[in-house]
């Protein structure tokens, strides 16, 4: 995974709540074993018509938006748990997706594949939305050391929460076991230590 530091990005709105796994990645995808290839098949069936034909008025078609940040409404993953969600949304390209909720297995699923589910408060949500609606370009800052989100726009920092292993493994770029191979000196250090009896 890529380290994430900090992040300066337009954003995405998609300001509907209640998005499911299946609709973040319809099941008929889930085939392929590795994870590439899965951003193009993010939210098909509300980007596509039957004909495969772009629907002019989702937001992915719309050239006006664009940026590494998807915005979305409250409980954000909600449905199945299907890690192909996290991997659709990274191989799309989003390295953030804010929201005022998001269910739990795919706030793990997102963290464990390098996305950060940033949690705000229902009224920071309802501003970012407007900002972006008022301008397309606006921009928001992620600095996950301080962890704090920026609206460039109004100058609102917000504050938000993240496990502290989470937090480590993101800005190292790690998973699990990249994290337990950086502990091995460590590891060998205890193990040394130890007496047998």
């Known amino acids: ?27 008929r995808f889930l085939k392929a074993t590795t994870r590439e290839g899965f951003g193009e098949n993010l939210f098909r069936d509300w ?29 954000f993953g909600c449905g199945s748990s299907r890690e192909h969600a996290a991997w659709a949304i990274d191989d799309y390209g989003f390295r953030v997706v804010i929201s005022s909720y998001f269910a739990d297995i795919f706030r793990g699923n997102a963290l464990n594949n390098g996305i950060l589910p940033l949690i705000v408060t229902p009224e920071v949500l ?40 989470k937090k480590t493994c993101l800005l190292n770029g790690y998973d699990d076991i990249d994290f337990l191979l950086s502990q091995k000196d460590k590891i060998v250090a205890f193990e040394g230590s130890r007496v047998e009896h």
Not at 47 to 75: M, Q, T, W
Not at 128 to 144: G, P, R, Y
């Open 126 to 165: 309802d501003e970012i939305f407007k900002t972006i609606e008022a301008d397309a370009n606006a921009k928001f800052t992620v600095d996950l050391e301080a962890q704090t989100l920026t609206n460039q726009s109004s100058g609102t920092v917000t504050s938000f929460e993240i496990d502290e292993y």
């Open 1 to 27: 995974m890529k380290p994430f530091k900090t992040l300066t990005s337009t954003a995405v709105p998609l300001p509907i709540e209640d998005v499911d796994t299946d609709q973040i990645i319809p099941a």
């Open 47 to 75: 980007r596509y018509d039957k004909l495969n034909h772009p629907k002019e008025d989702f937001v992915l078609n719309n050239p006006r938006y664009s940026g590494d940040i998807l915005v979305a409404g409250a409980n």
